[in-house]
């Protein structure tokens, strides 16, 4: 297929446009070089990142420290599950999104309807799902 | 060719008679008899007899008896005389019968009192025919012939019944198959000891009801196994179902059922028979396999992500286009070179030397790079991200610094710090210590501070702190770049 003429079927319009530079967004994950490249996308959008945490210790002292508006939530850090992480996010009202290289069936059970980026993702996924999920 | 048939064998006609025309049964008969005229009589009144063929071997002493009858004939039947010389009928009578009890005995004698007709009767004899009236003798011989005939047919038909029953049996327990019937009328179930083993049970006189077998059958798989046995009854269609069975014990096992409904005459239903077969380590396998699958799954986004992370960061960093496949190659082989490895230790983490003398293979030559420190084993995840540490310093070593001078040195060693050593912070895990690691480069150009920071030094000072919880000092000293990582053991880093 040449260059350029590739069909993008999008099931939802982009929303780059809309500003997100006031947000702060926590990251929790494990990998660092996948980190590293969240930290990038989100630093050319202007946002502030604080993490990345990659254990569920980690992520819960953050939690615990506040300080941010939305997280990027890897379902899986070091072989444990995000389970208590997503939990205390809900209870803390605080909005979040699943990065996760399983399909659907790996999100926590009571957390089945959150928004889910799959992984590898492109920069305007994460900004997109941002702009749609920030707390209004 | 193997040939699965005797061609001198003759053919029979479905009645089980030899067919065709000249075709005779053959009778061997052993004739104990010392007097030539009565044996010649004898053989008269035999070869009077339609449809046999007589082969007949006379002998007249004990000797030459016992001979014929121990080589096993073969003999289709024994007359004897009465009264010999050396030898009396009713010694060679208890002979034929332990050596050949399926062969007719018939006594051919001139003299033979009622008492010794009786006796030789209780003792086993077919029949007597006295020489007076040899005229008996063509009546006495078919008749025995036939009779013979009809039991040791009967007697073959029963041995081979029974060794195919064992053929069947030992073929069962060979291939650890349990079998089973059910009776439909009154729900009655009998089962091999095999079939009770499959379900924990050590006697299968303890299972002998439907409902019973059910109380076995995991809970959640019981409506499923009626609706199937009920499926096979109603339908006719061969049952082949998999279950979950708790054991008196506990545990869960799975078992595999194969059957078939059977019916009456008038096509009802009475009964299911087949045969269960222990699948429980099948299963445990399609499980693993199933996790293996997911694992796999997990594993190459993760690593696409990783290749696409290395990718951008790369390509942000490099000076040109032109730079970028070299440096983006040279990142990828050290993934892949990572994970070689970790697939030959069966992904079960690396030690810290193996994963320095990955890095530093390709440089380690006229003594330039030594390596040293104690045994420290990594998980995984870390020994990738120290692998792909260690690659960026090498990298960064061989263009720019100690490894692109002819007189440059590296030095990588390492040591295990104890909790109240000076660079040890008091670990989130307790004061376990910590691993304190060293690279210096010596003898190379002047070294110049980078005026930005480069995928290298990113993925060291940021990536590699973050994610070993450590911390991270990398100087671009001008004698050389020295790094120092103080990582907090725990049990992804730990002492061996």
Redesign the interface.
Known sequence: MPAGDSPVVASEPAVTDANISDLTVLIVE????????LE?ALLDQGVTCL??A?SV??ALGMIEAGGFDIALLDV?L?GERVDAVADRLAAAGIPFIFT????AE?LPDAHRTRPVI????RDVDITDALVRHRPR | MTRLLDPSAGTLASDGTPAGRGLLIPCRVLLLEDNGMDADLVREHLLMIDDHDFDIQRVDTRQSFIDAVANGGPYDLILSDFDLPDFDGMSALAIARERLPRVPFIFVSGMLGEENAIEALKKGATDYVVKLRMERLQVVVRRALVEARDRNELADKRQALAESEARLRFALEAGRLGSWELTLADNRLRVSSICAANLGLSDPDKLTSYDQLLAHVHPEDRDYQQAMVQQAVNSGSPLDMEYRTIWPDGSVHWVQVRGRAVYDRDGTPTGLAGVSLNITDRKKAEERQLLLLEELNHRVKNTLAMVQSIAKQTLRAAPSVEAFPDAFQSRLRALAQAHDLLTRRQWQGASLSEIAALTLEPHVHAGRVTVGGPPVNLTTGVAVSLHLAFHELATNAAKYGALSAENGRVELDWEIAKPDQPPVRAGKDGHAGALVLRWRESGGPPVVTPTRRGFGSRLIERGLAHELEGDVALAFDPAGVRCRLVIPLSSRVSPQ
Request: glycine content about 24%; overall charge negative; aromatic content about 4%.
């Open positions: 494990d990998e660092p070089l996948i980190a590293m490249s990038d993490g990345p990659g210790a980690a899986n070091r996760t290289g399983h399909g790996g799959g992984k590898p993702f």
